[in-house]
């Protein structure tokens, strides 16, 4: 289960049936859950604890301290649920003190070759990072949205639940949940239909939030009052609600 050219500190804590492939090096603080694959040439550093049935291909660091020049070596936390993909040359950096100190990535989650994570994130489940994208510090990203290659994320910004940001598009301000987006900057380009429909949401639910999108960004009405118009819709369907709780809950303004 350990090839004999892995480097394994004595102090990491392997559960059973984790595979450790050549040429690995595993650091003191490290823990491990059960099932998961390590391929060859992995780096696993810090304070960092990975779940169940994860697999991490070939050269990737997972778990080395942030480049932030306000990080000083202090003693920061990685956390990495269950049955994530994480592909060739990731990087995934520990938090730092100055936020909260922690990085977090949920279940069942694809980071594609090259892909990065910077100090402090916050991924939910089912995320896909296409290759090359890329998440600066502090960075939030909801359940089911998806980043394509080369898409770029400045620090501090949402990405919301179920939305899509295409391909090489450089976002600066917060995507609220199941909105489509590109460009440089990104700007909106509508709800991510075609993916609510290949989760399984209802055609209702979209069209209801066709309607909310359109009074956000199609009625020339201040957030306040567009916001306003859509209460009745966010009683009917809990997806205009958690759409509407992203704008709410924005703290660098949304894409227009």
Known sequence: MHHPSAIIDPK???????????????????????????????????NTKIGKKNHIFQFSTVGDGSPDKKYKGEPTKLIIGDENQIREGVTIHRGTIQEKGITRIGNRNLLLAYSHVAHDCEIEDDVVLTNQAALAGAVKVGTGAILAGYAIVHQFCSVGAHSFCAMGSTVNKDIPAFVRVRGNPAKPYGINSVGLKRLGFSSRAIEALRSAYRSIYRKNLTIEEALKELRPLEQKYKEVKLFSQTIKKSSRGIVR
């Open 12 to 46: 990491a804590k392997l559960d059973k049936n984790v595979e450790v492939g050549p040429y690995c090096v595993i650091g003191p603080g490290v823990k491990i859950g059960s099932g998961t694959i390590l391929e060859s040439h992995v780096i696993l550093k810090g």
